[in-house]
């Protein structure tokens, strides 16, 4: 039976079953495409970048009057749409602070990160029995510091 096994043997066998029954029984995301419509363009902004994209098939020349004159109209109809989502999106913030975020993240050029934990000699530390060990060498004793003599000192960096 698993009773004479280890604790790391029990752990791993648990966790292989977990993953397997995730696997079996938990449905993936399906992600759906919505016809390449961003969540701002109004559906007068989309058929106008649909006629631009038409007129450009039919004459295959970017400087021909009629691409000239389609891409103007598209580019003014997805500048309007883009710049009164926005507002509307800026005057709810008090009410729906969800849109506002995901959509100011989403235009974010970098994601926010985690950066590893670094030893006294520089080194990333990965073995989760050396992050505890560091960490009740940097907080726990800082914290017991503190609360003697109101100073913290420690020799390891959280981060870089």
Same mark, same amino acid.
């Given at each position: 039976?698993?009773?004479?096994?280890?604790?790391?043997?029990?752990?791993?066998?648990?966790?292989?079953?977990?993953?397997?029954?995730?696997?079996?029984?938990?449905?993936?995301?399906?992600?759906?495409?919505?016809?390449?419509?961003?969540?701002?363009?109004?559906?007068?902004?989309?058929?106008?970048?649909?006629?631009?994209? &038409?007129? /450009?098939? =039919?004459?295959?020349?970017?400087?021909?009057?009629?691409? +000239?004159?389609?891409?103007?109209?598209? %580019?003014?109809?997805?500048?309007?749409?883009?710049?009164?989502?926005?507002?509307?999106?800026?005057?709810?913030?008090?009410?729906?602070?969800?849109?506002?975020?995901?959509?100011?993240?989403?235009?974010?050029?970098?994601?926010?990160?985690?950066?590893?934990?670094?030893?006294?000699?520089?080194?990333?530390?990965?073995?989760?029995?050396?992050?505890? &060990?560091? /960490?009740? =060498?940097?907080?726990?004793?800082?914290?017991?510091?503190? +609360?003697?003599?109101?100073?913290?000192? %420690?020799?390891?960096?959280?981060?870089?």
């Amino acid at each position: 039976m698993t009773c004479n096994r280890s604790v790391k043997d029990r752990w791993g066998l648990f966790k292989d079953v977990l993953h397997r029954l995730e696997t079996k029984y938990v449905p993936m995301k399906k992600v759906y495409y919505s016809n390449g419509k961003t969540m701002w363009l109004s559906h007068k902004a989309l058929k106008s970048v649909k006629y631009r994209h &038409k007129v /450009f098939r =039919k004459y295959k020349d970017a400087t021909h009057p009629a691409c +000239k004159n389609a891409n103007l109209r598209a %580019s003014k109809a997805v500048h309007q749409t883009r710049r009164a989502f926005e507002y509307e999106l800026a005057s709810k913030i008090k009410d729906d602070k969800k849109s506002f975020f995901a959509y100011a993240r989403c235009k974010a050029k970098s994601r926010a990160t985690v950066k590893p934990l670094v030893g006294p000699d520089g080194t990333e530390v990965q073995n989760p029995a050396q992050i505890t &060990k560091l /960490f009740k =060498k940097t907080v726990l004793i800082s914290l017991h510091n503190r +609360k003697q003599d109101g100073s913290t000192s %420690s020799s390891y960096n959280i981060h870089r």
